[in-house]
């Protein structure tokens, strides 16, 4: 089964600062999708980003970038010009495409963010 | 519009009532999902239906049953929950045959009295 691994639990970031939040996977698939969500604490859960595995180019949304490691299998966000709105639990997920899996999310942990002013 | 609605916000019950959530989307996806999910913890997949079928069940107990009336609503029935069961429900919709994202709605906090 795949696995999704987010090693930090908590993040934190100045007001206008960049920060970077990591992610890992595991899978023997070759085709799959990649989601950065956003849960603030209105636990709505908010699409971020997206990557798709075929692509090289790292996905972008405004202040929001992925740096897309296909071979190690990593998969880190980069929230730039940080704002007290960014604050949320981010969750990253692995989409499967094959089988009996297809369409499942695989969800990490999530990472805490907090936003200094 | 880009919407899941998920009717009630809040739900209280208790151990011996029957109660239903309901999720609604009009984006055209054939893809709907339930998800379980705890403070602070991921959420958990529940039940996929895809074109209307049960696609995924994750082994979810009997006291929760899914129905899916047409491509548009999902609804899940509610029935001698255990205090365990409190916890957001969240709702989500995709499409199928592509590879898109899920949309999610905003959650039904239920509390099992």
């Known amino acids: 089964a795949q696995t999704v691994t987010q090693s930090q639990p908590e993040m934190s970031v100045q007001e206008a600062e960049t920060v970077t939040l990591s992610c890992t996977y595991d899978?023997?698939?070759?085709?799959?999708?990649l989601f950065w969500y956003k849960q603030p604490p209105s636990r709505q859960m908010i699409l971020v980003i997206r990557?798709?595995?075929?692509?090289?180019q790292n996905a972008t949304e405004n202040r929001f970038s992925v740096n897309f490691q296909k071979a190690a299998k990593s998969f880190s966000l980069k929230i730039s010009d940080s704002q007290l709105g960014d604050a949320a639990m981010y969750f990253c997920a692995y989409r499967s495409e094959g089988g009996s899996t297809l369409g499942r999310l695989y969800f990490g942990r999530g990472t805490q963010l907090t936003v200094w002013p | 519009d880009t919407e899941v609605t998920q009717t009630p916000k809040h739900l209280v019950m208790g151990m011996t009532n029957k109660k239903s959530l309901k999720c609604e989307q009009h984006m055209g996806h054939r893809a709907m999902y339930w998800y379980k999910q705890k403070a602070k913890k991921p959420p958990e997949l529940m039940f996929v239906y895809s074109y209307e079928k049960l696609s995924i069940n994750e082994s979810v107990p009997s006291r929760f049953s899914p129905e899916c009336p047409n491509s548009s609503l999902l609804n899940l029935h509610l029935h001698a929950l255990q205090p365990e069961d409190s916890a957001l429900y969240l709702c989500a919709s995709s499409h199928w045959d592509t590879s898109y994202e899920q949309y999610f709605g905003p959650g039904t906090r239920l509390t099992v009295t």
């Open positions: 899978t023997s698939e070759s085709d799959y999708y």
């Open positions: 990557q798709e595995a075929y692509k090289q």
